[in-house]
């Protein structure tokens, strides 16, 4: 266990003795800030080292997370070693705030925040950093290093009379600003920094805005009335938030990171802000999630409903269906603005987070079938409309389609929820989606007068069923395998029970359970596989399928081994701020794969609300099964 793993598991402080501390923090040691457009990671030690202007899918302008040497990043810190530091969150808020303690001088503060309007029509792009002298006076160093194009183009920076500004190629620039009459130098390896002291009761702001055409007098940026307005806006917006379970802290932050990596102005929500963050360090299990995943979306339907955002629910969904309206095929991927993803190509140039190349944008999983996507969204849309949504007669007839699509093809061996680069087979986790599919829009045809395609698509549902229970079982029809005619073991079993396909307490299920844990296990974690997938290297236990395994449990009626799952990933397999990634090291729990995960918070989200239902039914000695918690109908929206 490294030293930043030992701190947060205590509580306590990181303590920088040298700068070489600084040289291999895990990517866990950062949180996150955004505007609904972008967002940034800010470590730990007070560097931004990951920002990418003016989308969350554009070029990195600071991307020292991928390469040290050549990403470029920008950072507040003290001068002097050793020091330590603390972050936490603005309660309810997406505000960051680090503390540094210097032996010998004092204690400063460190205000992170991009300014939030929740306005999908307006986005200043803009990053704050206020620094606050707490006691003494402390020696601080402010540095100011972009790289635009993913670290390809050095700008130039220029002198002006209120701060530096970066110029690029085209249109790129990036000003900086810092308060208090500073004088900026160069620095050895590259950028400049200015060197100022803060004395205890004094403030100083330091803003970067992007495109701008000069910088601008420190208060014509108005930094502390969008501190305020930021951090009344985050608060007007949790004030919605309807859970009020044992793990509430836990629920309240996956809420604001969803809110986080949701892009305001179409509702896509990305699977992750970051590219090419490792699976396991050292290895090529390295990807692009700056883009929303059908699936992805299907989950946040349910977890935002579940707590009280309909709002957002409501967004998510408009936005897979508006790309419907316009789009013959179902994908299982789109870029943010319902554009297509692009192509995977290497950057070469780029050496990857701790060494771990190659370093991906794009991502080819674009060109797979995956059949499971239709069932997540006719899910999606039956929440949606459980939830007090309506669907449209023209939403409606491109979710016909979807499911006659899948009446016609369901037979097919696809890739599969997982995206292996090997050769498609009959996963039993998509023969599930088409199951769910056909349901589900059975379940919605009479709102629309459709009663020959319902007939259609339960009688197709009986045959997926049945296909399932003859083929998907082991030689001895005891448990489910991953795929048929194979013998292994698929995390994304744990969603036959979860999806309704048969009753929690089935033997088959409880069989299968036990077997995945078993198969699939290291301690309370779960990998999704343990078999060759067509990507050489290793990989973490995958956060979201521990998640799966605590809401399977609940539903069997185990919540005390539910919630002692829940517990491990909640609060042992996130950081310090309760940020989850893609993936764990079961071993050293340190965090693994794209930061933060929205895949990892959703499944928080809904084993948490399945858990708390299971909970409130054993109390009321009821043995019911514990169904999705949803708001009651409404359509006052």
Sequence with gaps: MDLYSAAKRLSDPFVFRKPSDRDRLPIGARGIIGDGFSAALVRIDGVIDWLCLPRFDSPSCFGAILDPEKGGSTSIGPVSYPFDSLQRYDPDTNVLETLFRVPGQGMVRLTDYMPWTDDPRSSIHEVHRRVQCVEGQVDMVAIFDPRFDYGATIPRIEQEKHGVIAKGHGTDNLAAVLSGGVEWEPCERGGVQARFRIRSGERRWMVLSWNAPRPEPISAYRPFEHLRATRNRWRDWTRSFRYDGPWRHHVMRSALVLKLLMYAPTGAMVAAPTTSLPEWLGGVRNW???????????????????????????????????????????????????????????????????????????????????????????????????????????????????????????????????????????????????????????????????????????????????????????????????????????????????????????????????????????????????????????????????????????????????????????????????????????????????FPQAFSHLGLINAATRIDQALQLADEGSHRVPQPTLPPPSHNQ
């Design 288 to 594: 692009d999630y700056r883009y929303s995943w059908t699936r992805d979306s299907a989950m946040a339907i349910h977890a935002t409903s579940s707590i009280g955002y309909l709002r957002e629910a409501r967004d998510f969904f408009h936005f897979v269906r508006d790309i419907l309206e316009h789009n013959v095929d179902l994908q299982i991927m789109y870029g943010i603005d319902g554009g297509q993803v692009p192509k995977e190509r290497l950057l070469d140039h780029l050496s990857g987070f701790s060494g771990s190349a190659p370093v991906r944008i794009g991502n080819d999983a674009r060109e797979q079938v995956q059949l499971d996507t239709a069932g997540a969204l006719l899910d999606a849309a039956h929440v949606y409309e459980r939830g007090g949504g309506s669907l449209t007669v023209r939403a409606w007839r491109r979710m016909r389609e979807v499911v006659e699509t899948v009446r016609r093809r369901w037979q097919e061996p696809d890739h599969g929820i997982w995206e292996p680069r090997a050769t498609p087979r009959h996963n039993v986790h998509s023969r599930l989606m088409s199951w769910l599919a056909l349901r589900r829009g059975a379940e919605l045809a009479p709102l629309f007068g459709d009663a020959a395609c319902q007939g259609r698509w339960l009688g197709a549902s009986v045959k997926v069923h049945s296909d399932i229970c003859t083929h998907g079982l082991d030689a001895n029809g005891k448990h489910f395998v991953a795929a048929y005619g194979y013998d292994h073991a698929d995390a994304a079993l744990l969603l036959l029970p979860i999806h309704g396909f048969l009753e929690p307490q089935d033997p088959r299920i409880l069989r299968t359970i036990d077997w995945v844990r078993e198969e699939l296990g290291t301690g309370p974690y779960l990998h999704r596989y343990r078999t060759t997938d067509g990507v050489d290297g290793s990989e973490g236990s995958f956060v979201l399928c521990g998640f799966w395994l605590a809401e399977a449990l609940a539903m069997a009626g185990r919540i005390d081994e539910a919630q002692e799952i829940f517990t491990a990933h909640a609060e042992q397999a996130s950081n310090h701020l309760g940020l989850l990634s893609e993936e764990v090291d079961p071993g050293t729990l340190e965090v693994l794969g794209n």
